[in-house]
T-cell receptor, first 113, second 114 residues
Framework: DAKTTQPNSMESNEEEPVHLPCNHSTISGTDYIHWYRQLPSQGPEYVIHGLTSNVNNRMASLAIAEDRKSSTLILHRATLRDAAVYYCIPLVVSGGSNYKLTFGKGTLLTVNP | AAGVIQSPRHLIKEKRETATLKCYPIPRHDTVYWYQQGPGQDPQFLISFYEKMQSDKGSIPDRFSAQQFSDYHSELNMSSLELGDSALYFC?????????????FGAGTRLSVL
């Protein structure tokens, strides 16, 4: 499985943009980069995914480096509800096309009012 | 929209007892995953099923077994419970090939072994 490195924690103020980095230098060419987050006392929640191009959805943007060895999740305007642990997960397709998620340590995002 | 339903939400058991956790996936989802999250830890993959067949296996103890039924719901059976089994157990479901297999998680079952 591809290894990921994320900051243990980050802090932001409400209404400000947040850039959450992830290094995944051992990612294979066919692995998608998925981001999930886990709010306190809840199950993980899908945020966004991408392969090579930058991606946008209603929750966030994903900027993927040209060499695919790193990516950045961008929350354009952080809200208190965005306080969570954010996980960057290369999605490994093993034999039989299985898609288990391998959670690393993640980044604990604190949003200040 | 319908979400993944897990039951029970909380479960308290004694050591050496058995426990059964249930998961009802989102309608038309064909794949179910089970994850375990110990206190202060990150979720760890246990096992998954695709179309009622086991599709992948992680660090699941031999004391645990699981299956997916004809209606696609899944059950995780845990026997000879140990104190270390106390954790949050999440079920997730996905539809193979849809949106690169995004997984939707339930709210979890909190198992406490005393």
């Amino acid at each position: 499985d591809a290894k990921t490195t994320q900051p243990n924690s980050m802090e932001s103020n409400e209404e400000e943009p947040v850039h959450l980095p992830c290094n995944h230098s051992t990612i294979s060419g066919t692995d998608y980069i998925h981001w999930y987050r886990q709010l306190p006392s809840q199950g993980p929640e899908y945020v966004i995914h991408g392969l090579t191009s930058n991606v946008n959805n209603r929750m966030a943007s994903l900027a993927i480096a040209e060499d695919r060895k790193s990516s950045t999740l961008i929350l354009h305007r952080a809200t208190l509800r965005d306080a969570a642990v954010y996980y960057c997960i290369p999605l490994v397709v093993s034999g039989g096309s299985n898609y288990k998620l391998t959670f690393g340590k993640g980044t604990l995002l604190t949003v200040n009012p | 929209a319908a979400g993944v339903i897990q039951s029970p939400r909380h479960l308290i058991k004694e050591k050496r007892e058995t426990a059964t956790l249930k998961c009802y996936p989102i309608p038309r989802h064909d794949t179910v995953y089970w994850y375990q999250q110990g206190p202060g830890q990150d979720p760890q993959f246990l096992i998954s099923f695709y179309e009622k067949m086991q599709s992948d296996k992680g660090s699941i103890p031999d004391r645990f077994s699981a299956q997916q039924f004809s209606d696609y719901h899944s059950e995780l059976n845990m026997s000879s419970l140990e104190l270390g089994d106390s954790a949050l157990y999440f079920c997730a479901s996905s539809q193979r090939g849809l949106d690169k297999n995004i997984q939707y998680f339930g709210a979890g079952t909190r198992l406490s072994v005393l």
